[in-house]
C-alpha cells in the first residue's frame, strides 16, 4: 500500500493560523490519536475492493450557510450526521433529506469555549474537530427542526446535553477514527503520512470524512465554472469540509467535497479538490464508525420524544415532541408518503405555521407554508386569529434557519383548503397521537 510522506513545516503553524476558524491539535496530539486504533484493522481493508471511483452525493443534504466561525458543527453535524443518517435509512428525495438534517449549533454550542468571541452573535471562535467527534460518542446529535432552536451564540452546558439525551442519544456513534498518520523524527519533528487508499476505501464503504484542510482566498472564490481547489498555501486558514466521494479520471485523480458556504458557491456549494493537492492541504480527517447503526433507524419513545408512525395512520411518521397524554406536542418532523413537512403540534393538532414540501414528482408540487389553528387550516383573511399565541413566520424562518436552504419556498402564497383532498383536511382536525407509549 502506497504511503505519501510529507514534512510538517506547514503543520508546526497549528493553533496560530488555525485558531481563527478550525482549531487543530499539535503533531504530537494528532499521533497518539491515530496510534490508539488501527484503520484497517476497523474497516477490514483491502486495496483490491477499491473502485475507480464512488460518490453517495444523492444522500447529502442541499449545502447551506455557516455563521460565523461554526464550520465544525456543518461538516460533523449537518453534512456527515445527515448524509450517514440518508444512507442508513435509504433516504434521496430531496424534501425528505431537508426535514431530517442534523443540527449543526447543537454542535457548535456544546463544544465552543466561553471567551467573549465564542458567545457573542458573531460566534468568532473556532472549535475542534475531536472535540465535536468527542460530543458524538458521548451525547449522540440533534435534528435541526425539533426542540431546542438554537443559534451559534447559543451555549450548552453538561446538564442541558443530559436533558436533551431523549433526542439525541439514538444518534449517538459508538467511535471515530482518525486516518491521518504523524510519525516523530529524530530531530523532533513530524511528518506526515497520507494515504489516499485509505481514504477512497473509506468512501467506496459510505463513510463521510470529515477534514480539517488549510484553505487561503483563492478557496472563497469557487463558482460553477471554477469548482476544482488550487491551494497556494499563502495566508492560509484552517476549514472544516466532508468529503463524499472520489474520482480516479477527475482532473487525476480527485476528491468530492461538500462545503458548507451555501448552494451558490463552488459547484453547487460542493468543490474538487485532487489528490495530491489534498494531501498538502489536509492537517486531520476522520470517520465516525458504529456497530450497528439500528438506533439511526429504529422508531423510539422516550421521555416526552417520539420517533414512529402515527396510531390512525401508519403511513405516517413523525418525530418530536409528545406529552403524557401520548399526543403530539412541540415541534418535530412529519414524513408522508406524499410530502413532507416541518411544524409544531399543540396536545395533537397541527397549529402555527408550518413548511410543507410536497415529493417532486407531484403534478404541481407545493413548497411553502400553512398556518394552522389548532387542526384548522387558516385562509388569508383569517391569518389575525388569536385563538391561541403563534409565532409569526419571520420567527419560524428565523428559529429554523429557513434562509439559503437551497429550496426555493413560497413565501407569499400559502396553501390553502381548496389546495387539500377531504381526506386529508380530515385528518389535520384529527388529534394525532402515537402508535404507542
Partial sequence: MKKVLFFSSLLILTTSVFAQNLK??????????????SFEESLGFSSEEIPSSHSFEQFCP???????????????????ASATHNLI???????????????PYFVYSSIKSNDLKCIGSDCGCGTFLWEALDLLVTYGVKKLYVTPTLECSSTLDRSNLRDLTSRTSNYAVDKYLQLIDYQKLSDDKFKKIVDIDDLKYALSINLPIISGIGVGE???KLGSDNSLYRPSFSSENGHAVTIVGYDDNKYGGSFRIMNSYGPDWGDGGFFWMTYSDYEAAVVEAYVMLSEDWGSWSDDFYKESYYKGVFSSDKEKHWEGGINSENTFHGSGILVTGDYTAIGKYNAGFNHGWWVFLDNDDATDPFY???????GEILEAEEFGFSSQETETKESVIQGYHLDNIGIQLDKDNNASRDDFTNEVLKSFSKKSSSKSK
Avoid: H
Fill in 24 to 37: 487543530t491539535s499539535s503533531p504530537l496530539e494528532l499521533s497518539k490519536m491515530k496510534n490508539e486504533s
Fill in 218 to 220: 483563492e478557496f472563497g
Fill in 89 to 103: 435509512n435509504g433516504i434521496t428525495r430531496r424534501n425528505e433529506k431537508f426535514v431530517n438534517v442534523f443540527d
Fill in 368 to 374: 411553502g407554508w400553512i398556518l394552522f389553528d389548532n
Fill in 62 to 80: 442541499a449545502p447551506r450557510t455557516q455563521t460565523g466561525q461554526s464550520c465544525v458543527g456543518w461538516a460533523v453535524a449537518y453534512s456527515a
